[in-house]
Each structure stands twice: as structure tokens, then as C-alpha cells.
């Protein structure tokens, strides 16, 4: 091993104490230029929306992009969206363009750095983010700055599929429900259920909605008060691990279900205790298991 060179910040002697291998100073990497200010958001609600929406995003490194949340910037409104091909995440904020009649920019962020950066950024007041004019599919950086700590990421190649038309369901069934009573029922009936199974929720306009999970003797139910409209009855049967950490995910007092049947896509959101209206600015799509047995 190397010693006696200088390090980046000093001149050596510690590392000769030590024996560690260093560079000289005037050979340290140089950091790259931060990327030009895009805008500003408040701190602690980025770091909400990013965790929000990483639960969705992929953990398979065979492909990149799928671990990534994509970032759109557009006007004043910022948002944030990740899926594994399984579940789509969507959540957005309002934010602070650096110039009002700024382009729409489209970019995929490293899913897990990201996280780390707005957590550790979450009580910083402000986060500033910049973004380099080369942007986008193929390359660029991002920059994230508040409280004194700058990062700078590389993005990654790609563009997440598009959630325009997953997210438009056609005259769906709609169902509402308390969401916490709803995750508390999930997590006991899903005890029973075997890795990889479903369970199923039987909607009903009398006014409940029945949990089921497991087969043969072994079968766990709860019953619980909902609505339903835009249909008599239905039936939908989700991975329970997806439907509790979306519901985890949501902050109103009750959670809406858009429903179109077994084996298609079911659309979570929040609403609260006044009304059954879809907050829009997060939504949470699973796609449902076509078997119901």
C-alpha cells in the first residue's frame, strides 16, 4: 500500500500515520457544475410525495428505469410517479418554477437515492432543485439543495409507461370505505393467506364490503360498512402486501376503490368523511387477479 501522498483536504500526514493510499490534492476528482435552477419546493412535502410513490417503484435491477420515479415538471405543479408493471403510484404537489413560462420536463430519478436525498432534506425548509439542459431520456444530472448539503444524480435512461389511460377507467363501479378500519381488517385476514395470494373483497349495495383470504378450512373474513354505486355487487381480489401499502400510502379518512371487475385495473384514492369525491392528486392503480375462488 501507498503512503505519503497528500489527500484531497490535507497534506499527507495522516494518511502516512494511517497508511492509507490518498490522491494528491490537485488530483481529486472534480464534482460536476451544479445543473441550472428549475424551482423550489417546500421540503417536508416532497419528502411525502416521494414516499408516497416509491413504494411502487421496481426493486429488479434488469430494469433500471422501472426502479426509478419519474418527475414531471408542468406550470406550477410538480408530480412524482413510479410502478413495477404491477402497481402504478401517481402523487402531485404544487411547486415553485424559477420561471413561469418554463418547458414541460419529463425525467426518471434513481428510486432509492432519491428517497435518501428528501429524507434527509425533509426539514430543511426548501428543497431547490436543479436540472441541466440535456434532461431527460439518455442523460443529464439532477440537483437537489437545502440546508447547506447539495447532491447531484445522474438520471436514468427511459420513460416510465404512461398512467393517462391506465388511470382512465370507463364507467367504473365505485365503492367507499373507511381506509384505516379497511388496512386494520387486511392485516388480519391476509395472516391465512398463502405467499402470493390474493385476497378478495366482495363489495355489496346493501352497504359492507366482506374480506376473505385462504382456502379450504383455513379462510379468514371480516366484514366492514361501505357504499357501492354503479353496481349491485362487486368482486375484486388484490396481493394484500400491494392494497395494504397503498393504503398505508393514502392520508384521507376514507379510501375510494374505481372498480371495473375481476382481473381489471382498481383505482385507489383518498376521500374524506364529507363526500366520496377522488382526490386526484394521489392515486394508487393495482391490478386485480382475475380468479376469484
Known sequence: MRTGQAGPTGDGTNARRFGLSTLPREEYPKLPELPALRGVEDATEFAAAVAQVVIAAGRDDALPVLTGIGLRLDGESMTLAASDHYR?????????????????????????RLTDISRSLAKSGQV??????????????IAFEG???????RLLEGRLPRYDKLFALDSPAVAVTEREALADAVRRVAVVAEPNSPIRL??????????QAGYEDDIASQQLPATLSGAPDMA????????????????????????????????????????DVAREEHRHLLMSVRQLS
Open 88 to 112: 402504478y403510484a401517481v402523487r402531485t404537489v404544487p411547486w415553485k418554477p424559477e420561471e413561469a413560462d418554463s418547458d414541460v420536463v419529463e425525467v426518471v430519478i434513481p428510486g432509492r
Open 147 to 153: 440546508a447547506g448539503m447539495r447532491t447531484t444524480l
Open 128 to 141: 431547490r432543485i436543479g436540472l441541466s439542459d440535456s434532461g431527460g431520456p439518455g442523460g443529464g444530472l
Open 236 to 275: 375484486v381480489a388484490l396481493n394484500p402486501a400491494y392494497l395494504l401499502e397503498a393504503l398505508n400510502s393514502l392520508s384521507d379518512s376514507q379510501v375510494r376503490f374505481d372498480l371495473l371487475g375481476p382481473g381489471q385495473r382498481a383505482l385507489l384514492s383518498g376521500a374524506s368523511a364529507a363526500d
Open 202 to 211: 366482495d363489495f355489496s349495495a346493501q352497504g359492507t364490503v366482506l374480506l
